[in-house]
């Protein structure tokens, strides 16, 4: 789950803009899934307060799972009370500041890339591996990470999916050779 309380970090004013952007991004989620591909789905961000992405926001369908596709259908009506009636979009609102959380984390895992916003105070991304396998045949090993030394400021962000792993064959997240921190 995301870092709720950077995004109360925003200034006050810039929370529409937050929350705009967001509710954009999860309307165009939901058309791509809905099969109306069409720009909206690709286009640039223009949201005055986020801070510049890595990459074009591209949707990357393999993450467009029917729980999480639910889970957002069911933010979308929630949130739509707020999209109505902008003047209930507020930074001490803690209802909406989870919300808004919980369909940031969604989007950074559909883009592949964090979504931050100018004065957020939030953890520095780190390291972000996201490693997707069908099948890691007998003796066969993969790994995400494998690292010799890691200092105290480090962070890592791993996302590993494997559908079958043979038997002897091995999936490692994180290997760390060495002292963490």
Excluded: W
Aim: net charge negative.
């Amino acid at each position: 789950m995301g870092d709720q309380l950077s995004l109360a970090t925003v200034a006050t004013s810039a929370m529409p803009q937050v929350f705009t952007f967001l509710f954009g991004r999860l309307g165009a989620v939901l058309d791509r899934r809905r099969g109306n591909d069409t720009a909206a789905s690709t286009e640039p961000a223009t949201c005055p307060v986020l801070v510049e992405p890595e990459a074009p926001l591209l949707i990357h369908d393999e993450e467009l799972t029917e729980q999480r596709i639910r889970r957002l259908e069911a933010m979308a009506r929630e949130l739509a009370v707020y999209h109505r009636n902008p003047a209930l979009i507020r930074h001490d609102d803690e209802h909406l500041l989870q919300a808004m959380s919980e369909l940031r984390d969604d989007l950074e895992a559909i883009y592949g890339q964090p979504l931050s916003f100018t004065g957020e105070r939030r953890s520095a991304p780190g390291v972000r591996v996201r490693q997707i396998l069908d099948e890691v045949e007998a003796d066969g090993v993969a790994r995400a990470v494998k690292v010799g030394r890691v200092t105290a400021e480090a962070s890592a962000d791993i996302e590993q999916r494997t559908r079958v792993v043979r038997q002897g064959g091995e999936v490692t997240a994180l290997e760390i050779d060495g002292t963490l921190g």
